[in-house]
């Protein structure tokens, strides 16, 4: 009741069109979909490429087969009382109820990084599986389960922490004051990020503000600026109207800015995305065209634009 009660606050007397946005659930407004056929294959896979990665993943994988087994074995024989049987029941079929919920994105899209969403609740069942299935033994049963649990989790973390140091190279070490952070990214993203970034920080007054386009949030941060406008995001899967293309501009206008910042992105052959002023809004980069002019590259435009990879900017300085 909070969560829908705070949404519906947040999106009280906003524009049909802006509702649409924030909540992109139609197949016009999400750049990928699928059939249920497909989601499914995608799934499966992704779950026995994970299982076979590694032997550490295997043996888990062995045991949380066992558990479920046995965990199915326990709630549908008359071994355990009714009254534990029915809260274990119910237990199962919230999480793994919450569990589909979480997937609903990846569902419709077939976007393996969506699964994330779910992550929590498939945690929550592996440990209610294996907390169901060895609850009835020995005290040293208990101990030696949790020996292993803790050795499996140990190895794995040895493993990634393997794949972590070959990639701590000076190259992918993102210097800028508010990241410094090691990145998994190509050292050509990164450098980009912080020519582009050093650059607005020499250029824009300590109150002026700017505006990163088609989607493109992460230099605000870097800048520690404030947006330019509302609008984050300017894809062809996001059907700006043209009244919202005019609210983008008066605000833009309101707001003096003077620069506007431009990712490769503009101009993507990635689903959805589409070109800028072609496929999608036409009068905005009409006025762009006609009010700002280019001072700065950073990147190679060439090469075909990504979500973390490929990545060129330029700068556009309003006219005189």
């Given at each position: 009741?909070?969560?829908?009660?705070?949404?519906?606050?947040?999106?009280?007397?906003?524009?049909?069109?802006?509702?649409?946005?924030?909540?992109?659930?139609?197949?016009?407004?999400?750049?990928?979909?699928?059939?249920?056929?497909?989601?499914?294959?995608?799934?499966?896979?992704?779950?026995?490429?994970?299982?076979?990665?590694?032997?550490?993943?295997?043996?888990?994988?062995?045991?949380?087969?066992s558990s479920v087994i046995?965990?199915?074995?326990?709630?549908?024989?008359?071994?355990?009382?009714?009254?534990r049987r029915n809260i274990?029941?119910?237990?199962?079929?919230?999480?793994?109820?919450?569990?589909?919920?979480?997937?609903?994105?990846?569902?419709?899209?077939?976007?393996?990084?969506?699964?994330?969403?779910?992550?929590?609740?498939?945690?929550?069942?592996?440990?209610?599986?294996?907390?169901?299935?060895?609850?009835?033994?020995?005290?040293?049963?208990?101990?030696?389960?949790?020996?292993?649990?803790?050795?499996?989790?140990?190895?794995?973390?040895?493993?990634?922490?393997?794949?972590?140091?070959?990639?701590?190279?000076?190259?992918?070490?993102?210097?800028?004051?508010r990241a410094q952070i090691?990145?998994?990214?190509?050292?050509?993203?990164?450098?980009?990020?912080?020519?582009?970034?050093?650059?607005?920080?020499?250029?824009?007054?300590?109150?002026?503000?700017?505006?990163?386009?088609?989607?493109?949030?992460?230099?605000?941060?870097?800048?520690?600026?404030?947006?330019?406008?509302?609008?984050?995001?300017?894809?062809?899967?996001?059907?700006?109207?043209?009244?919202?293309?005019?609210?983008?501009?008066?605000?833009?206008?309101?707001?003096?800015?003077?620069?506007?910042?431009?990712?490769?992105?503009?101009?993507?052959?990635?689903?959805?995305?589409?070109?800028?002023?072609?496929?999608?809004?036409?009068?905005?980069?009409?006025?762009?065209?006609?009010?700002?002019?280019?001072?700065?590259?950073?990147?190679?435009?060439?090469?075909?634009?990504?979500?973390?990879?490929?990545?060129?900017?330029?700068?556009?300085?309003?006219?005189?």
């Amino acid at each position: 009741f909070l969560v829908f009660l705070t949404y519906f606050l947040f999106l009280y007397g906003l524009p049909v069109y802006a509702i649409q946005e924030c909540f992109p659930y139609t197949n016009s407004y999400r750049p990928y979909t699928a059939h249920s056929w497909e989601v499914l294959t995608s799934w499966l896979k992704a779950i026995f490429t994970n299982i076979f990665t590694t032997k550490v993943n295997i043996i888990f994988a062995l045991l949380l087969i066992s558990s479920v087994i046995i965990t199915l074995l326990q709630i549908f024989s008359k071994k355990i009382e009714l009254s534990r049987r029915n809260i274990l029941l119910c237990t199962l079929l919230v999480l793994i109820g919450l569990y589909f919920l979480g997937l609903h994105e990846f569902l419709f899209s077939k976007v393996l990084y969506t699964t994330i969403w779910a992550r929590p609740f498939s945690i929550l069942l592996i440990f209610s599986f294996l907390g169901i299935a060895f609850y009835d033994y020995s005290r040293f049963t208990h101990i030696l389960f949790a020996a292993m649990i803790v050795f499996l989790v140990g190895s794995q973390f040895h493993n990634q922490l393997q794949i972590v140091k070959q990639r701590r190279i000076e190259e992918r070490f993102l210097s800028l004051p508010r990241a410094q952070i090691l990145l998994g990214n190509e050292p050509a993203w990164i450098q980009t990020v912080e020519a582009t970034s050093q650059f607005l920080k020499e250029n824009l007054k300590k109150d002026e503000l700017f505006w990163a386009l088609p989607y493109d949030p992460l230099y605000y941060f870097l800048t520690e600026k404030k947006a330019g406008s509302r609008q984050f995001i300017l894809f062809e899967h996001t059907h700006i109207p043209p009244q919202q293309e005019q609210d983008i501009i008066q605000e833009l206008e309101e707001k003096n800015i003077n620069y506007i910042l431009m990712s490769n992105r503009i101009a993507s052959p990635e689903a959805g995305l589409g070109v800028f002023g072609q496929t999608h809004c036409p009068n905005l980069a009409s006025y762009i065209g006609e009010h700002f002019e280019e001072i700065a590259s950073f990147g190679n435009w060439q090469v075909v634009p990504g979500w973390g990879w490929g990545h060129a900017t330029k700068i556009l300085k309003r006219k005189e």
